[in-house]
């Protein structure tokens, strides 16, 4: 038995949903679980004191429920535009190491105080032996700083950079664009056989590996024919792992679904029997009232990601209908936030302030409502389940330690609930250490097993060569395909809406 004592746990929440915090409070660990959350003055007599924490708060660690890459699109040299678009230009982006680019982000994710994180790989490609290599690079990366991490790679076999097929958007191109389009949509995905199989070597190579899991991800509607969601589902139920898919993150998504399947993105899954507490849908923007009804009624959780929706003009999630119908709700802080960095408080601010209705009586989330989507809602999403999220006996000891004076100097009234100043007022500087599986993985705000510095030069050295043949192809994508993008999206006959 091994004890860490704080000043203040949060250790639930109440009926009412408010959280609830233990003064002067002691951590009994046994391995990598919580034993029992206690007043430090009933810890066992004799029992090891591992950490004091006398002036500081513990919340759960904090899970980011839907992340891609490792250097942000921005730093990689893609801007920012409306989605579809964007995901044109996202060739530009140039190949890095997967241990190194996973690090990148992992490091600023450690020291905001995340412990587990949703690894999406966004792109699928051929053969299958490179992305089972990519995958361990990724998972050696995780496994190197500490995190918990649960993997998935999109799986996709239609309309790779549009909602048209390959074949129509290279037959729109001209010239050296329809060369490289045409050699660089050869490379993938793998096929669905293939895809089925990765995902089973993964879950073997991860077997012994307490801290990673791997789920599976179908990516999209508009990626996805019906066959393959049909094959993911039924993959899903037998080897009985969560799914992660994006959904009617656009309004040009949501029009793309009427027109394949003449009802909703939701009603079509629905259909299909794809929707359960088992599933999380990302983004879910512009959901209907009936649609969020359905979600509700089958137990489906959501993936809110709100700094994405704002960079790329997605549009504001109904977060608080959301929260209103009792759905499960995840926070992501997907490719970059607004600070084009990794920071879940930065991320919890944004959803807490960018829901507020204007009129006395709309509903605005809570500070404890965002708070527990960025802890239990996320943990919701993942293999790791109700074992991480929460400061709770039986749960995995995974916790991550505010220094309050840090986070409140120079002054903070005492009136103000301590969850809204945790919420409202907490920055990456005032996370003390962070502990996942019973193990400190930051201390003093510096990772524990990895050299930041070193990492951040390596990155550096290999960015600074030039671009070789297959990044200068990528580079001519990224400029000659937006203008095609445009015009296929000039045929919907609809104005996108405010929302």
């Not at 949060?10 to 007043?39: C, K, M």
């Not at 509607?221 to 094959?231: E, I, K, Y």
């Amino acid at each position: 038995m091994r004890v860490v004592t704080a000043a203040r746990v949060l250790t639930g929440y109440d009926e009412a949903g408010n959280a609830r915090f233990l003064e002067q409070a002691a951590l009994l660990l046994n391995g990598d679980r919580i034993e029992q959350v206690t007043p430090a003055s009933h810890a066992p007599v004799g029992a090891p004191i591992i950490a004091d924490y006398p002036d500081h708060v513990l919340v759960p660690g904090l899970v980011n429920a839907h992340h891609h890459v490792g250097l942000t699109p921005l730093q990689s040299g893609s801007l920012d535009h409306h989605l579809e678009e964007w995901i044109g230009t996202g060739t530009v982006r140039r190949g890095l190491d997967p241990y190194l680019d996973t690090l990148c982000s992992a490091i600023e994710m450690v020291c905001s105080g995340i412990t587990t994180v949703q690894h999406i790989t966004g792109v699928s490609f051929r053969p299958a032996s490179a992305m089972r290599h990519f995958a361990s690079e990724v998972r050696r990366a995780y496994r190197d700083i500490g995190m918990r991490a649960s993997f998935c790679f999109n799986a996709r076999d239609q309309n790779h950079l549009s909602h048209e097929s390959d074949a129509a958007l290279i037959a729109r191109a001209s010239g050296a664009l329809r060369e490289d389009l045409g050699s660089y949509l050869a490379q993938g995905p793998v096929d669905l056989a293939d895809y089925l199989k990765l995902f089973d070597d993964l879950t073997a190579d991860v077997a012994r590996e307490a801290r990673l899991a791997i789920q599976l991800a179908p990516a999209n509607l508009h990626w996805c024919s019906d066959a393959m969601l049909l094959a993911l589902r039924d993959k899903a139920a037998v080897a009985n792992v969560p799914m992660h898919m994006h959904l009617v993150e656009t309004p040009y998504q949501a029009e793309y679904a009427r027109r394949r399947t003449g009802k909703s993105a939701v009603a079509h899954l629905a259909q299909l029997g794809l929707l359960g507490p088992r599933m999380t849908l990302g983004h879910g923007v512009w959901l209907s009232p009936g649609d969020i009804d359905l979600l509700a009624q089958t137990g489906t959780c959501i993936c809110h990601n709100c700094s994405s929706n704002l960079r790329l003009g997605s549009g504001r999630a109904p977060m608080t209908d959301y929260f209103g119908k009792g759905l499960t709700v995840a926070l992501g802080i997907d490719e970059a936030g607004v600070n084009d960095d990794r920071d879940m408080w930065l991320e919890m601010r944004m959803a807490l302030y960018q829901h507020r209705d204007p009129g006395i009586g709309a509903a605005w989330p809570s500070a404890s409502q965002v708070m527990r989507a960025a802890t239990e809602g996320g943990a919701a999403t993942t293999l790791f389940g109700d074992s991480i999220g929460r400061i709770a006996p039986g749960a995995l000891a995974d916790f991550t330690v505010i220094d309050w004076n840090r986070a409140t100097r120079p002054y903070q009234d005492p009136g103000v609930p301590l969850i809204n100043v945790l919420v409202q007022r907490v920055k990456p500087e005032a996370v003390a250490a962070v502990w996942v599986a019973g193990d400190r993985i930051v201390n003093n705000g510096r990772p524990e097993h990895i050299d930041r510095e070193s990492i951040f030069s390596q990155i550096a050295a290999h960015l600074s060569r030039p671009r070789d043949e297959v990044d200068q192809r990528g580079l001519r994508i990224s400029q000659g395909v937006p203008p095609l993008i445009r015009d296929f999206f000039a045929q919907y006959d609809f104005k996108p809406k405010q929302r």
